[in-house]
């Protein structure tokens, strides 16, 4: 059995302790089963969790540019396994090839991006209050670190995650999801073979109850989750209460804004990237247009011819624009927000049904599906459906565009197409929203840049930029003292 099919624990590649397993299966042709992989317990959350503490000892004591010289092999492995990756990522969930190849050059963008953080992990020194005293701070690492992920960027979402907890010295136990499996062995051999210490990194597959078993583990100190918001509230109520540092990405209904004056072609091809790239399950992607009523009409007819046109197959062949859905339960998801909407009275304008024809009966494939006649109070307006669904609402005014993008419980990313500058730095402050594009998609993160949402898509902590390295360190407050005796702050200093 290949390697890549095992859990990788302490730099060995070996099965669950349980016997059991599970499969991933290709979501474009059911018949082509990926592998089957270790169906973890806790017995094997266990031993990762030991070997990742265990490795934390020499890990986090390394000189951090060292560390950030691993990191650089990575990128370069990376770089050289680009293509070879993207295919098998493909393959196991979906997307198309062009796509995948973009989420590992996301991933290497983040290694070479930590490898330079490595020499930058400042901390400060300050003038002290007192004479001959020294005032400082550094930053240590935390520890073991628990990075549970989504399956719709299986590696470019744990490295932004890993890449920084391991550039401040921390260790890993990594559970990606039970739909991407094999995507994330492969990243993790990749780290194997740049020359990672064993115990560094710890993959543990399985299911949510390996992802609960790690989230409860005493001796994980932190916990980075992206995934659904539903999980992401369990993961923090238990995190609260065992009290870890929690990092929480997750679900979104990300607004396009498009007033009268916007540039239609430009708002056209963003719309078409924004709604049904990875055949719209992103948590950025534009599942609401909400649109001028004076271009509401030109738009949606011109957005519908360019979205029938969109062809829909395996990702791996070459004029595939639009892959499946990653799964049965996806459908389902989705086919339930079919009737959601005919019971809530909007107009399909396109799509609303399972999509047939050339070989699509394999996959999972739902055609790309325009509603208009939506109104912000209906279920499909506020709830996330994770699929190739976009839902258009139709505004009179700057301010209720502004009125009914925020009027949801989410807050991930958002967009507003506009030529009039003065309004686009209006709604840099008025849409509540993790992120803003003007005059581009919802979609297009880069890895330097902070990532994430408000309000029920996040906690307040960021992947990517800068402030992760934050969240991956600990402040470490220091005062030298040497002047030769006692000193007392705020009280030899102060004359009352
Ligand atoms: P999910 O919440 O079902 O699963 C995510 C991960 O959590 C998986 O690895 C799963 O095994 C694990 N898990 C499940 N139950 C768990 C538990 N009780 N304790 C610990 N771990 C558990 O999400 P999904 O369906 O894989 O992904 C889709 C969701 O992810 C969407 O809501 C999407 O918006 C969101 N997402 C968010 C971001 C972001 O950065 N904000 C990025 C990608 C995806």
């Not at 007819?301 to 004029?319: E, I, P």
Request: glycine share 10%.
């Amino acid at each position: 059995m290949s390697d890549t099919l095992k859990n990788y624990i302490d730099g060995i590649w070996q099965d669950a302790s349980t016997g059991s397993t599970f499969k991933s299966i290709n979501p474009a042709r059911k018949q082509d089963v990926i592998g089957e992989f270790p169906d973890s317990g806790v017995e094997d959350v266990d031993d990762a969790v030991r070997a990742a503490r265990s490795a934390f000892r020499t890990w986090g004591r390394r000189p951090a540019p060292e560390r950030g010289d691993i990191l650089r092999r990575i990128g370069d492995l990376l770089t050289e396994r680009k293509s070879e990756l993207a295919f098998q990522m493909t393959r196991e969930m979906g997307k198309p090839f062009f796509e995948t190849k973009g989420d590992v050059q996301e991933a290497i963008d983040t290694a070479y991006y930590a490898a330079t953080e490595t020499r930058r992990l400042f901390g400060y020194t300050v003038p002290s209050e007192l004479p001959n005293k020294f005032n400082m701070s550094l930053r240590r690492p935390i520890g073991v670190c628990g990075v549970i992920t989504a399956w719709n960027f299986p590696v470019a979402v744990p490295t932004w995650k890993m890449f920084p907890a391991l550039a401040c010295g921390n260790t890993v136990v990594f559970k990606p999801s039970e739909y991407a499996p094999h995507s994330g062995a492969l990243l993790v051999q990749i780290f194997e073979d740049a020359g990672l210490p064993g115990g560094v990194v710890n993959l543990v597959q399985g299911n949510g109850s390996a992802g609960r078993a790690l989230v409860e583990h005493p001796d994980v100190n932190l916990v980075s989750f992206t995934g659904s918001t539903e999980t992401g509230s369990k993961i923090g109520e238990a995190c609260g209460r065992m009290h870890k540092r929690l990092s929480l990405e997750m679900g979104g209904k990300n607004p396009a804004i498009v007033l009268a004056d916007a540039d239609l072609d430009i708002v056209l091809d963003g719309l078409v990237w924004g709604a049904f790239g990875t055949t719209g399950q992103r948590c950025t992607a534009t599942s609401r247009l909400i649109v001028h009523e004076d271009v509401h009409d030109e738009l949606v007819g011109r957005l519908v011819k360019k979205v029938t046109a969109l062809k829909l197959g395996y990702g791996n062949d070459d004029d595939t624009e639009m892959g499946p859905v990653i799964n049965q339960g996806a459908l389902d998801k989705i086919l339930s927000y079919m009737e959601i909407a005919k019971e809530e009275g909007v107009t399909v304008l396109t799509g609303g049904k399972t999509a047939t024809g050339d070989g699509l009966e394999d996959g999972f494939f739902f055609e790309p599906t325009i509603f208009t006649n939506v109104t912000p109070d209906m279920r499909v307006a506020r709830e996330e459906i994770f699929g190739p669904v976009l839902s258009v609402l139709k505004i009179k005014t700057y301010e209720e565009a502004i009125e009914v993008a925020n009027n949801i419980e989410y807050g991930l990313s958002s967009a507003l197409y506009t030529s009039d500058v003065s309004i686009a730095f209006r709604a840099m402050h008025d849409i509540e929203a993790g992120i803003t594009y003007i005059n581009g998609p919802t979609i297009g993160a880069e890895a330097h840049m902070p990532f994430g949402g408000v309000k029920g898509t996040g906690n307040g902590h960021r992947d990517g930029g800068w402030e992760v390295f934050e969240f991956y360190s600990e402040t470490k407050t220091i005062y030298v003292d040497y002047s030769g005796h006692l000193q007392k702050a705020q009280i030899d200093n102060v004359d009352d």
